[in-house]
């Protein structure tokens, strides 16, 4: 049987560690490469190959959405779970669009590690049960209807028009730079 090949991509030690430890007593994985900042994440990926990328958002140099976007604009369809300390519903839907197969909450990081590997492997979706959970809650009408309280409301309806466009701008993760080129301003406005 092929052994599922998987890389670890965080800057905390103590973590990559853990999941060494845990994936270790799996005989059908084998950790093949780790990694402690986007920028070693990439040039390891640059020369070889693993089935299963774990990748921490918040990491050094290159965050995970940035080595996410470079598997993207390289063309190359890698599994990756994202590891984060934050499941808030915007994130873990910004990175499904960019292609993360899986999100698993570092809270409960030990108790999902070996079935996301397996089912990510295998080309299915995974995600941790804290992070189903919120997922499932943001779909319930009580929630909405919390995104929708009278103070958000009050908020975007105080905007002007260019706040709003330059907001818009910076959701969909533009720079100052872009923004300004984008609406054609001065990038001291922005």
Same mark, same amino acid.
């Given at each position: 049987? !092929?052994?599922?090949r998987?890389?670890?991509?965080d800057?905390h030690?103590?973590?990559v560690?853990g999941i060494?430890?845990?994936?270790g007593?799996?005989?059908?994985?084998?950790i093949?490469?780790?990694s402690?900042?986007?920028?070693?994440v990439? !040039?390891?990926?640059?020369?070889?190959?693993a089935?299963?990328?774990?990748?921490? &958002?918040?990491m050094?140099k290159?965050?995970?959405i940035a080595?996410?976007?470079?598997f993207?604009e390289?063309?190359?369809n890698?599994?990756?779970?994202?590891l984060?300390?934050y499941d808030d519903? !915007?994130?873990?839907k910004?990175?499904?669009?960019? $292609?993360?197969?899986?999100? &698993?909450?570092?809270?409960?990081?030990?108790?999902?590690?070996?079935?996301?590997?397996?089912?990510?492997?295998? $080309?299915?979706?995974y995600f941790?049960?804290?992070?189903?959970?919120?997922?499932?809650?943001?779909?319930?009408?009580?929630?909405?209807?919390?995104?929708?309280?009278?103070?958000?409301? %009050?908020?975007?309806s105080?905007?002007?028009?260019?706040?709003?466009?330059?907001?818009?701008?910076?959701?969909?993760q %533009?720079?100052?730079r872009e &923004?300004?080129q984008?609406?054609? &301003?001065?990038?001291?406005?922005?």
């Open positions: 049987m !092929k052994k599922i998987v890389h670890i991509a800057d030690q103590v973590l560690d060494r430890t845990v994936l007593f799996e005989d059908h994985i084998e093949v490469g780790t402690s900042d986007g920028e070693a990439i !040039k390891w990926f640059e020369h070889n190959q089935d299963v990328l774990l990748l921490d &958002i918040n050094p290159l965050d995970g080595v996410m976007r470079w993207e390289q063309d190359r890698q599994r990756i779970v994202v984060s300390s519903p !915007k994130l873990i910004e990175v499904l669009k960019i $292609g993360a197969s899986g999100f &698993i909450s570092k809270t409960c990081a030990a108790d999902s590690m070996v079935e996301a590997v397996n089912e990510v492997f295998k $080309g299915q979706q941790s049960k804290n992070v189903q959970e919120k997922l499932m809650r943001t779909f319930s009408k009580k929630e909405s209807d919390r995104a929708t309280s009278v103070k958000e409301r %009050y908020f975007f105080s905007l002007t028009q260019r706040e709003l466009q330059v907001l818009r701008l910076i959701a969909r %533009y720079n100052s &923004i300004s984008q609406l054609q &301003i001065n990038i001291n406005t922005v």
